[in-house]
């Protein structure tokens, strides 16, 4: 499905002319990776198609795909607040310590050779 209003003009209504029918307006029109406002507009759309109630129907003869009304296109009142630019901030741990990991705790084999001017501790020496 394509869920930009150019894309779902363009590929579905024009090219199939078909249309998508009982879209909710408080639920915007977008890919519904990206829907506002967790799992509840999710089970709303699944309800809805599951009850037949938002489904696809085909274009009269006297419908026009460009003169057609995106779904969701207006929004009932209050139901999405509009986006304010909000000014990020900094992280509040930023300069403060923070705990390191041990340093091979399950006293695994090194995968390389330390380059220390110190002797394995099994006596072997590399040669190198």
Known sequence: MYWTPHAYRTYVVQRHRIKLVG???????????FVRGGINPIRLLFDLWK??????????????PEDLEMPGDRLEDGAQPPRRNVIRTQRSDVGKHRMRPITNPLGLPLRRMR??????????????
């Open 51 to 64: 009850d037949g109630v938002m489904h696809f129907e085909r274009l009269s003869e006297h419908e026009s």
């Open 115 to 128: 380059l220390t001017g110190e002797e394995p501790a099994d006596g072997t020496r590399r040669v190198g």
């Open 23 to 33: 879209w909710p307006k408080s639920v915007r029109f977008r890919n519904l990776s």
